[in-house]
């Protein structure tokens, strides 16, 4: 794929990821409303982000193929490892706009551009250390 072409794929993955962590957060916010409600669905909402991005970057943005479901589960697991970083950049954003505002469409936008800047510092970590040339 070309360095253009990537970047933009790179982009609408990451924005179709958004749209599933935070969908999926929606989703159990209006499931549950109890104690903790908002960092169980923050945790669900990761997950769920977590898969679909993995799959699409492995696959269209590094062009990864396993040798075997070992060298998968590594790969997975570096992976998200990778991610707890960008993650706590994430969780950290969103609770911080809700503390601030006390909304959860703020807290929403205070997650987008959590997970935003998230995904910029994942595509370097993920390119240097996950899906090099000598694990493909």
Not at 35 to 64: N, W
Not at 107 to 133: E, N, P, Q, S
């Amino acid at each position: 794929m070309k360095p253009k072409a990537r970047v933009l794929a790179y982009a609408a993955f990451a924005a179709l990821s958004i749209a599933v962590n935070i969908g999926t957060q929606a989703v159990v916010m209006s499931l549950y409303g109890g104690p903790g409600a908002i960092f169980i669905s923050m945790v669900f909402g990761t997950g769920a982000g977590l898969v679909c991005k993995y799959i699409l970057d492995k696959r269209y943005i590094f062009e990864h193929q396993s040798r075997d479901r070992r060298q998968e589960a590594t790969t997975f697991a570096l992976y998200t490892v990778m991610g707890l970083a960008t993650t706590a950049i994430f969780w950290g954003t969103e609770y911080a706009f809700h503390f601030l505002f006390a909304s959860d469409s703020m807290r929403y936008v205070g997650g987008i551009i959590g997970l935003t800047i998230g995904y910029l510092a994942k595509y370097w970590l993920d390119a240097r250390f996950v899906f090099t040339a000598s694990r493909t």
